[in-house]
């Protein structure tokens, strides 16, 4: 039987589950129209502001963290149970203030940040006033391996000064968008895991230039965005090294860990409101004498989504469990595993539903295929699948060999 959460936490997702149904669901399509006026393209809708204070006057706000100072004390089992709720809606997140980069980036800074460092970034961020980035990928080398990044951060008196391409990240069009955390290097003749760090740069700071925003299929995901942002002389004072010099590869291990079983946890929320999506349309349209819901390759369709949904959403909690338990660098190769397994059952069933749903499913009239679009970047974010695979095949060769060692 499946570990029980608490009676708050259990509240806390009937209220999710009801703000939902009541606000989160109706202001998708206020939202997608505003945005829609080309004028209002990059600014923020009135409706999503509105909601975030809503949802903190409720408590619904910063689930993510587990600590009572910052968060809601919640487990990081509990909140998977919450968390999947405010997948189900691609504007949910921000709304509670749990949304990617932000949450990883108020990661940071409450493990790595100094006092005046959390006071002048991490409370705001936490009140949800201003939003971050977070800028390591570059769009010249594989990212994927941190240790090729060539962003310069180099020591000049009492600042640092930055010069560098990056590229996807994510928010820095966002006009509320105050503070970057920058990964680059600052000695490249230390050992390899030593050369990187990271350092927290106001986005009006001179020097920064924000190219381009860049569109996933097309979608430009406004008014946050994801851009290419290239670092010119930025010069920032060295107290804005978070954790000091060679560190930067520690802070990045401690801030993606977290966030991959976020990304896959609303992914199963994904799944499961493609899998209603399917089933309401199913019972709906009629065709070749019959309702849709009542063929059997429907129905198959509907069984195989529930079998991977439930799979997934296991792997996912015994994971967080797993985390509770003995932290997250016990549990990396859990979490590289649901990395992999919850984007490909999220394609599988949101791709079943938009199947059910013919024209309509690859259309704006449902939100089926930017979930497609959204679910497809989840095997490359964070990591891509094929680095998880690598991971996940040298921690099982490594228990076999101890294993092997111990029995002979
Ligand atoms: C929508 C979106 C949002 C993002 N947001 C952010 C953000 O906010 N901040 C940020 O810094 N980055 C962000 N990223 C970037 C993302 O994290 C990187 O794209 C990802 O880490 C992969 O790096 P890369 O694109 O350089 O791919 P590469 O490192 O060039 O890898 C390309 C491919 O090579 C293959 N590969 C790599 N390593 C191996 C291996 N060991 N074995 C076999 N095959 C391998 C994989 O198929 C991989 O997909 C975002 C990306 C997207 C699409």
């Known amino acids: 039987m499946l570990k029980e959460i608490s009676s708050y936490a259990e509240r806390l997702k009937v209220e999710l589950l009801d703000f939902m149904e009541e606000y989160i669901y109706p202001a998708e399509k206020e939202v997608e129209e505003y945005l829609e006026n080309p004028e209002n393209r990059w600014t923020i809708p009135p409706i999503i502001e509105e909601l975030k204070q809503k949802a903190k006057s409720q408590g619904l706000w910063n689930l993510f963290y587990a600590d009572d100072n910052y968060g809601k004390g919640l487990t990081n089992y509990e909140y998977a149970y919450l968390c999947e709720i405010m997948g189900r809606s691609l504007i949910a997140p921000e709304i509670f203030n749990c949304n990617a980069p932000d949450t990883g980036n108020m990661e940071v800074l409450i493990k790595y940040g100094n006092e005046e460092q959390k006071q002048e970034w991490l409370t705001p961020l936490l009140e949800g006033e201003i939003r971050s980035i977070f800028s390591m990928t570059e769009p010249t080398i594989a990212s994927s391996d941190a240790t090729n990044i060539q962003t310069e951060i180099i020591r000049v008196g009492n600042e640092y000064v930055i010069n560098g391409k990056k590229w996807w990240s994510t928010g820095a069009i966002d006009p509320r ?33 924000i190219k381009r925003p860049l569109k996933v299929f097309g979608y430009d995901h406004a008014p946050t965005g994801h851009a290419e ?111 992999i397994a919850v984007p490909r059952v999220a394609l599988n069933v949101i791709d079943r539903a938009i199947e059910v749903h013919g024209g309509g499913g690859v259309s704006q009239d449902f939100p089926l295929a930017e979930h497609y679009a959204h679910a497809r970047t989840l095997r490359i974010v964070d990591g891509p699948d094929q680095v998880h695979i690598r991971d996940i095949a040298k921690l099982e060769i490594r228990e076999r060999r101890k294993n092997k060692s111990i029995k002979l």
């Open 177 to 209: 968008c105050k503070i970057a955390i920058v990964m680059g290097k600052t000695d490249p003749s230390a050992e390899p895991h030593k050369q990187q760090s990271m350092i927290l740069v106001p986005m009006d700071t001179p020097g920064i230039e």
């Open 229 to 339: 942002v290239h670092y010119n002389n930025v010069r920032v004072p060295i107290s804005n090294l978070l954790l000091g010099e060679g560190r930067g590869f520690e802070i990045a291990q401690g801030r993606l860990g977290p966030g991959r079983i976020h990304h896959a946890m609303r992914g199963i929320g994904q799944a499961e409101r493609a899998l209603d999506l399917l089933i309401d349309r199913a019972e709906e349209r009629e065709a070749f004498g019959s309702k849709l819901i009542d063929k059997d390759v429907i129905r198959v369709q509907i069984a195989e989504s529930r079998l991977e949904i439930e799979q997934a959403r296991l792997l996912t909690l015994s994971t967080a469990h797993k985390i509770d338990q003995y932290g997250a660098k016990a549990a990396r190769k859990e979490i590289a595993m649901i990395k």
